[in-house]
Nanobody, 121 residues
Framework: QVQLVESGGGMVQAGGSLRLSCAAS????????MAWFRQAPGKEREFVAV????????AYGDSVKDRFTISRDNAKNTLYLQMNSLKPEDTAVYYC??????????????WGQGTQVTVSS
């Protein structure tokens, strides 16, 4: 089956930037959507951003729009999330997913293991 592996997480100060990557491996991938979700301690998983295969459809959660940018490189089977102007409330485990495309986590068939992002004040 398809495997997704996130990387690029870490600790940054408020106002800083971070770039996350999600590498897909396994069987040849179809023209599926990909998305980022995040989950803070004690809270439910929430939608961050989604992109379709051709990058003609992109959507962001209200809390991250104008600060985050989602992109993908299909030749490399890799999804990216550029995060700028980070805030302490962005602290969470970030997960990539393949399927959809949708803003609902229930639409995704494959998930990565997550990468921790911590933003200090």
């Amino acid at each position: 089956q398809v495997q997704l592996v996130e990387s690029g997480g870490g600790m940054v100060q408020a106002g800083g930037s971070l770039r996350l990557s999600c590498a897909a491996s396994g069987p040849s991938f179809g023209r599926t959507g990909m998305a980022w979700f995040r989950q803070a301690p004690g809270k439910e998983r929430e939608f961050v951003a989604v992109i379709n295969w051709s990058a003609t459809y992109i959507a962001y959660g209200d809390s991250v729009k104008d600060r985050f940018t989602i992109s993908r490189d299909n030749a490399k089977n890799t999804l990216y999330l550029q995060m700028n102007s980070l805030k302490p409330e962005d602290t969470a485990v970030y997960y990539c997913a393949a399927g959809g495309p949708s803003q609902s986590q229930r639409a995704y068939d494959y998930w990565g293991q997550g990468t921790q992002v911590t933003v200090s004040s």
